[in-house]
């Protein structure tokens, strides 16, 4: 892959969750490309494996349910084995679900089972929602912030547009990439005595495998929420993974960012600025 500038990361050990997915991989192969040890966590092992394979020697594949604290720590163990203790984290698993996800943007006075409201979101599905995004972070964090207590690490984390005006139809989402934005704080504080960097990348809007379904119909022409969303896009257009990639490096480098902790970066062409008028 191409970057955008090089850094040196010859000295870091890895560890990123969601790696299977779209954003994820490519945040592993950069780091890999920059000589970093990458281990990628992912519920889908096939997906892992692919990206491993891709990025050779440097990654390792570890099949992991990152809501399961002992699957945590087998891999916690697979990492040592093979490397050491782990100096970089990298929290991107998460998600939304359809079971919590309203059809209307606006409540109406219809409460009829022909339009799935607020009222009818399930209750497990909100609980899936705010566990992948915040359980997840919490758990990999104690497995892994455990290594970095007494020689210093960098901890990413993945939030979201939504952490800074929630989206429609959404509100679990919306609630726990807020969360996500929060708890990214509450770690810059709490670890930085022991030299230990916490931020966190808010993205705009990017096609992933995901979203992909609400943002383009199966012909391949825009949605109305596509349309929604690149008007209040001033860059008019969807992210590409290329455009995170100088962050992530900027915020991975102890040399450029080692001053910097406890922030969320917005990437999103102007999407967080804009008012609407």
Same mark, same amino acid.
């Given at each position: ?6 850094i040196?990361?010859t000295?870091?050990i890895?560890?990123i969750t969601g790696a299977? *997915?779209?954003?994820?991989s490519e945040f592993a192969?950069?780091?890999?490309a920059?000589g ?8 889908n092992a096939?997906?892992a494996v692919?990206?491993?394979a ?5 990654a390792? #594949? ?10 945590i720590?087998?891999a916690?163990e697979?990492?040592? @084995?093979k490397?050491?203790?782990?100096n970089?984290?990298i929290n991107?698993?998460g998600?939304?679900?359809?079971? #919590?996800?309203?059809?209307n943007?606006?409540? /109406?006075?219809?409460l009829s089972d022909d339009?799935?409201?607020f009222?009818?979101l399930e209750?497990d *599905?909100?609980?899936?929602?705010? @566990?992948?995004?915040i /359980?997840s #972070?919490?758990?990999v964090t104690q497995?892994f ?5 007494e020689?210093?690490g ?6 979201s ?6 989206l429609?139809k ?13 708890? /990214?704080e509450w770690?810059?504080v709490?670890f930085?005595p022991?030299?230990?960097r916490?931020n966190a ?9 995901q979203?992909?379904a ?7 022409t ?6 929604k969303?690149?008007?209040?896009t001033?860059m *008019?257009r969807?992210g590409e993974?290329?455009?995170?990639? *100088?962050t992530l490096?900027?915020?991975s480098s102890?040399?450029a960012s080692?001053?910097? /902790?406890?922030i969320?970066?917005?990437?999103d062409?102007?999407f967080?600025a804009?008012?609407?008028?």
């Open positions: 892959m191409k970057l955008p500038f090089q040196d990361l000295d870091k890895a560890v299977g *997915g779209v954003l994820m192969r950069a780091l890999a920059c970093a040890k990458v281990a990628l966590l992912d519920i096939e997906a692919a990206v491993a891709s990025i050779g020697e440097n390792l #594949a570890i099949p992991t349910d990152c809501l399961d604290k002992s699957e720590a087998h916690a697979v990492v040592h @084995d490397w050491g203790k782990v970089f984290l991107g698993a998600g939304n679900n359809p079971r #919590a996800t309203c059809d943007e606006y409540m /109406t006075r219809d339009v799935k409201s009222f009818h209750e *599905g909100l609980r899936f929602v705010f @566990d992948l995004n /359980t #972070a919490f758990l497995v912030a455990a290594d970095m207590v020689s210093g960098n901890i990413l984390n993945v939030s547009m939504n952490a800074y005006h929630p429609t959404i509100p679990a989402y919306s609630a726990a990439k807020a969360g996500i934005s929060n708890f /990214t770690l810059a709490h930085a022991c030299g230990i916490c990348i808010a993205p705009g809007f990017f096609v992933t495998n979203n992909r609400l943002l383009f119909r199966e012909d391949g825009p949605t109305p929420r596509t349309g969303i690149l008007a209040a001033p *008019g969807f993974v290329s455009d995170l990639i *100088g490096l900027w915020l102890d040399e080692g001053f910097v /902790t406890g969320t970066v917005p990437v062409g102007g967080n804009y008012s609407g008028v």
